[in-house]
């Protein structure tokens, strides 16, 4: 992705949080300038990926394969400095873009239609081979209720709804055709997105940015390190 876009999407994202009268915390608005001067005092920004992630996959197709986020809060699975044993996200997907198809080994999480469009998840176990099972059934937790159906069924999430996934279940969603865009929360475990995704085709998780401006806000995984 080239930065301008970057930068773009970012402010499309805080126009329409802004809009469902979303508050972010502070961190999320410091500049990269302000970035340089920030100390050890905002390390668990830094060591825990809070903050912005645009992401195209590594693929360059943001439009078709991508997803806004922002992490808000999280533990290190890896660093006993930090106790957390959850994390939060706020998300937002368009029409016509996919979250491609993959599990999480150690990651249980709850994806919240927050408001806007419905969301269309698909669902599927991972055999022992830690591929794509395309015969079984699939238990789904949705809300509390408990029920089943074949693999790779669409399950429409109207806002407010929310749907529960465990390790080793794959899932893809997307939008509902004419329904527009979804603000997404999801509620989890521990989120490492460096060793804690099992995607089903090898893809990256992160963008390639082409430098054509300044960055507008670093991505989570953008910060200097901590003035001395």
Same mark, same amino acid.
């Given at each position: 992705?080239?930065?301008?876009?970057?930068?773009?999407?970012?402010?499309?994202?805080?126009?329409?949080?802004?809009?469902?009268?979303?508050?972010?915390?502070?961190?999320?608005?410091?500049?990269?300038?302000?970035?340089?001067?920030?100390?050890?005092?905002?390390?668990?920004?830094?060591?825990?990926?809070?903050?912005?992630?645009?992401?195209?996959? /590594?693929?360059?197709?943001?439009?078709?394969? /991508?997803?806004?986020?922002?992490?808000?809060?999280? /533990?290190?699975?890896?660093?006993?400095?930090?106790?957390?044993?959850?994390?939060?996200?706020?998300?937002?997907?368009?029409?016509?873009?996919?979250?491609?198809?993959?599990?999480?080994?150690?990651?249980?999480?709850?994806?919240?239609?927050?408001?806007?469009?419905?969301?269309?998840?698909?669902?599927?176990?991972?055999?022992?081979?830690?591929?794509?099972?395309?015969?079984?059934?699939?238990?789904?937790?949705?809300?509390?209720?408990?029920?089943?159906?074949?693999?790779?069924?669409?399950?429409?999430?109207?806002?407010?709804?929310?749907?529960?996934?465990?390790?080793?279940?794959?899932?893809?969603?997307?939008?509902?055709? /004419?329904?527009?865009?979804?603000?997404?929360?999801?509620?989890?475990?521990?989120?490492?997105?460096?060793?804690?995704?099992?995607?089903?085709?090898?893809?990256?998780?992160?963008?390639?940015?082409?430098?054509?401006?300044?960055?507008?806000?670093?991505?989570?995984?953008?910060?200097?390190?901590?003035?001395?």
């Amino acid at each position: 992705m080239k930065r301008s876009e970057v930068n773009q999407r970012i402010k499309e994202f805080e126009a329409v949080l802004k809009e469902y009268r979303f508050a972010l915390p502070p961190f999320l608005s410091f500049t990269p300038e302000e970035w340089q001067e920030k100390g050890h005092e905002y390390d668990e920004i830094r060591d825990n990926a809070l903050g912005w992630d645009i992401t195209d996959y /590594g693929e360059g197709h943001f439009d078709t394969k /991508g997803l806004y986020l922002i992490t808000l809060r999280n /533990g290190n699975v890896h660093n006993p400095k930090y106790t957390k044993t959850y994390a939060e996200k706020i998300m937002m997907l368009k029409e016509g873009q996919v979250s491609p198809n993959h599990f999480h080994w150690n990651k249980m999480e709850d994806i919240i239609n927050r408001g806007g469009g419905n969301l269309v998840f698909r669902l599927w176990n991972a055999d022992k081979n830690e591929e794509v099972d395309r015969e079984s059934p699939v238990k789904i937790f949705s809300d509390g209720r408990e029920y089943t159906v074949p693999c790779g069924s669409d399950i429409i999430l109207e806002p407010g709804q929310s749907l529960s996934l465990y390790p080793y279940y794959y899932h893809e969603f997307t939008i509902q055709p /004419g329904t527009g865009y979804a603000i997404i929360g999801e509620v989890s475990m521990c989120n490492d997105d460096n060793t804690d995704n099992r995607f089903e085709e090898v893809q990256g998780r992160f963008p390639t940015i082409e430098e054509d401006e300044p960055p507008y806000r670093l991505l989570c995984n953008e910060y200097p390190p901590a003035k001395d």
